[in-house]
């Protein structure tokens, strides 16, 4: 099974770039066993799906974010980056990284995750 880790500030301004990295060892994001994705969970709400990449580097998004997100990869480094543009108080939330081996937008199906890391947008 793999392991993945995000990372990134914690602390982001409104109309400013969130960008998180998710750094994943046991596994290679170039196969075409997993689909890596980006969820997160407000305060008090429950998790949203945010969007994947896949083996070869397509990506989807949750339509309701797709105007301000864009998963990349850096290969060499085994990593998948967010980044989600004009935040605002709203994208305050613990962000996780996570893996399944389909490509779906169902939380419930990924079977490994990060351990989250919170972001809040505030002045």
Known sequence: QV????????????SQTLSLTCTVSGGSITTNEYVWSWIRQPPGKGLEWIGYIVYSGSTYYSPSLKSRT?????????????QLSSVTPEDTAVYYCASTGTQTNSIATMDSWGQGTQVTVSS
């Open 3 to 14: 392991q993945l880790q995000e990372s990134g500030p914690g602390l982001v301004k409104p």
């Open 70 to 82: 864009s998963i990349s990869r850096d290969t060499s480094k085994n990593q998948f980056t967010l």
